[in-house]
């Protein structure tokens, strides 16, 4: 059993997350408390992390449009594999 800093309950230690920088590699709060922060957390921040990404974006276009260039052909070489394969039975 484990003591969760947020909610102030024992919970199983299956119900908390992984901390590397903890002793005992276990978080000190449990996964419930974490996702209900996590998730009112981006939502405070939303116009922020929406700016962010618009320019990070814009900063990164030409990186952006080569990975995605990369993905479509890793993409395509992969179902004419598959087309290939299918073929050949």
């Known amino acids: 059993m484990k003591f969760c800093n947020i909610c102030k309950q024992q919970k199983k230690i299956i119900e908390f997350g992984k901390d590397s920088q903890k002793k005992y590699k276990i978080s000190s709060y449990c996964k419930d408390c974490l996702r209900k922060r ?3 957390q ?7 992390r929406k700016q962010y990404g618009k320019e990070y974006r814009e900063k990164n276009r030409e990186y952006l449009a080569k990975q995605r260039k990369i993905k479509r052909s890793n993409l395509l070489g992969r179902k004419k594999k598959e087309k290939d394969k299918k073929n050949a039975d």
């Open 38 to 40: 996590s998730k009112k």
């Open 42 to 48: 981006m939502q405070e921040n939303l116009e922020s």
